[in-house]
């Protein structure tokens, strides 16, 4: 069982940045996809970035193309997502996720096997 634990959130004005980092426990990170996503107050939640198992092929939702960075480091089991240039419109809980390797979209939710419990980001605008 992977237990997946998310930090490095909290306030920043706007133009600023944050770095997200998940740890994993429990198993590889190596042998799992990855990806963040994240849920704004009365929205549903939904996919920010992702790196795939082998080769580590990003993806990345276009609001945060050219501002986002998504990386990994599995020798020390742990997952990234550099933010810069934030906006207001980036305020959300952040998650991370881990999804056997298998065939299917890494934009969706419904193919994650594994979440952590979230990391709230705040950008003041």
């Known amino acids: 069982q992977v237990q997946l634990v998310e930090s490095g959130g909290g306030l920043v004005q706007a133009g600023g940045s944050l770095r997200l980092s998940c740890a994993a426990s429990?198993?590889?990170?190596?042998?799992?996809?990855m990806g963040w996503f994240r849920q704004a107050p009365g929205k549903e939640r939904e996919f920010v970035a992702a790196i795939t198992w082998i080769g580590g092929r990003t993806y990345y939702a276009d609001s945060v193309k050219g501002r986002f960075t998504i990386s990994r480091d599995n020798a020390k089991n742990t997952l990234y997502l550099q933010m810069n240039s934030l906006k207001a419109e980036d305020t959300a809980v952040y998650y991370c996720?881990?999804?056997?390797?298998?065939?299917?979209?890494?934009?969706?939710?419904?193919?994650?096997?594994?979440w952590g419990q979230g990391t709230q980001v705040t950008v003041s605008s």
């Open positions: 996720a881990a999804r056997r390797p298998h065939s299917g979209s890494y934009r969706s939710e419904n193919e994650y096997d594994y």
């Open positions: 429990g198993g590889t990170l190596s042998s799992y996809g």
